[in-house]
């Protein structure tokens, strides 16, 4: 038996273990419920984005705005989330969290409100509510690691990160499905917010009344026992003259910056060809159930090798060369079965890399804390989605109204995104080029780990070897 998995079943050994077990869980199974649900409050509009337009009498542009924000404010506030979390501690960092995630549910709905109603302004309750929902996400997103770190031993740590990080694209599964089954027409955007606030009210609920401790009562592994995390202005200087960390942090971040572009415009590249909104989500599902399916057999993986690297870069590697057939075949008609295929590729090994990658960048900065590592990740990641948002909208071209075009746009015809996808499929080509090329590391927690069970062996031993008096 490994170092690490005897340090962890050893931890586990308490008269409390039961009961640890049970919170450790309960934590999880909550985090996750928030993930899922902050991702589906984020991608609401995205799949009805002509619907929602013509229900509030907004433009596209408007609608976009909605899924950018959480772009834009999290890129403040997750300097400030990574302090919340390892200064704060990860309980209140959920709580907060799931708070800020139900208000602004609820302050969506006020623009259904006949009572609430500011005519044509209520568009700004939804503005309004996607903003704190926004303030939420760094949180949501960070808690993953902490969670691994602090409540699992060292040989379910990927695990336990894979389950609760993968619960963010479940999320985007479920609005890509969701939303356009809801919305046949504009006038069910009522329902549709309605139906959304449900899993954001029983979070709250759930993380107010049954998450009591800050940490374990049992440490599950050596770094966790001999937490030796750097204060958080002190890591962050770490993490900027970390070579490899810097590496990964671009490329990585702009990895999420492209998915999450592929996932909030995915229904607008596609419509403009005839395909449909229904399809439109059938792609986005296909995106996110093989990334599941990839990110949970990578997770089990991982965990038994320690493949992290190897892993990643292959895993990077493929999700660029499916963008590229993707670009081309979206540009093509009647091209339904290619793009399913397509998509569900480009899912299976780009989220696959998400939970790893988040390990990653913990082991290759160790011992600095886990929300300050993956923290500044995330927001490298949102200052990139922005940067591609921006970019990419002012690169289409508007064509003239084609009669096989399904985009429920206005009379001004729908909008060309031949140049965007090509573009979108060259940087990601180079982002994976660029990171197999130069990113190196050690396993800095793994060794730390590693050396004090020696130790304690070591210790074990020589008291054995003491003879009776």
């Known amino acids: 038996m490994e170092g690490g998995e005897a340090a962890g079943l050893l931890a586990e050994r308490g008269p409390g273990r039961l009961k640890t077990y049970r919170r450790r869980w309960f934590l999880l ?6 993930n899922c649900s902050n991702a589906m409050l984020w991608l609401t509009f995205a799949p009805v984005a002509d619907q929602t337009a013509a229900y509030f009498h907004i433009s596209l542009e408007m609608v976009n705005w909605l899924s950018v924000v959480y772009l834009l404010i999290s890129i403040p506030f997750g300097l400030v989330a990574t302090w919340v979390l390892d200064s704060v501690g990860l309980r209140c960092a959920v709580i907060l969290s799931t708070w800020l995630n139900m208000m602004g549910s609820i302050v969506r709905m006020f623009s259904i409100l006949k009572f609430m109603s500011l005519g044509s302004h209520n568009y700004w309750y939804l503005f309004v509510g996607q903003c704190l929902c926004a303030l939420a996400q ?83 592994s050596a770094s966790a026992t001999n937490s030796t995390s750097q204060p958080f202005f002190t890591g962050l200087k770490m993490l900027l003259r970390n070579k490899p960390y ?32 229904v399809f439109a989500g059938l792609n986005g599902a296909l995106f996110t159930v093989c990334g599941l399916l990839g990110a949970f057999l990578l997770g089990l993986y ?13 895993c990077f590697c493929l999700s660029a060369l499916a963008s590229i057939v993707f670009a081309v075949a979206s540009r093509f008609r009647d091209q339904a079965i290619a793009l399913a295929i ?49 970019l990419l909208q ?18 001004d015809g729908a909008l060309d995104w031949t140049t965007p996808v090509l573009l979108m499929a060259g940087l990601c080509s180079a982002m994976a080029c660029f990171y197999v090329i130069f990113f190196h590391t050690d396993y800095k927690r793994l060794h730390t ?21």
């Open 302 to 314: 991982v965990d038994r090798t320690r493949n992290f690297i190897e892993s990643t870069k292959i």
């Open 138 to 220: 760094p949180l949501v997103i960070f808690s993953p690691t902490k969670l691994a770190a602090l409540w699992f031993p060292d040989h379910q740590r990927a695990t336990a990160n894979m389950i609760s990080s993968m619960s963010n694209p479940l999320g985007i599964l479920i609005a890509n499905v969701l939303s356009p089954a809801l919305v046949p027409e504009g006038r069910h955007i009522p329902l549709m917010l309605g139906v959304y606030a449900i899993p954001a009210l029983t979070a709250c609920v759930l993380a107010t009344v049954g998450i009591r401790e800050k940490v374990p009562p049992t440490p599950p």
């Open 394 to 411: 002012a690169l289409t071209v508007r064509v003239s109204k084609d009669p096989s075009s399904t985009c429920a746009l206005d009379q």
């Open 29 to 34: 199974a909550v985090v996750c419920l928030l």
């Open 449 to 469: 780990e590693t050396n004090s069970s020696d130790v304690a062996k070591a210790e074990d031993t020589g008291s054995d070897d003491v003879p009776e008096a």
């Open 246 to 277: 810097i590496i990964l942090a671009v490329c990585f971040g702009g990895g999420i910056g492209m998915f999450t572009c592929f996932s909030a415009l995915l229904e607008q590249i596609l419509c403009e060809k005839g395909y449909s909104n």
């Open 342 to 390: 397509t998509s569900s590729i480009f899912g299976f090994f780009g989220f696959a890399m998400y939970p790893v990658a988040m390990e990653l960048a913990v082991e290759c900065s160790y011992p600095v804390g886990e929300g300050t590592s993956t923290g500044l990740i995330f927001v490298a990641s949102q200052i990139e989605g922005v940067i591609f948002m921006i």
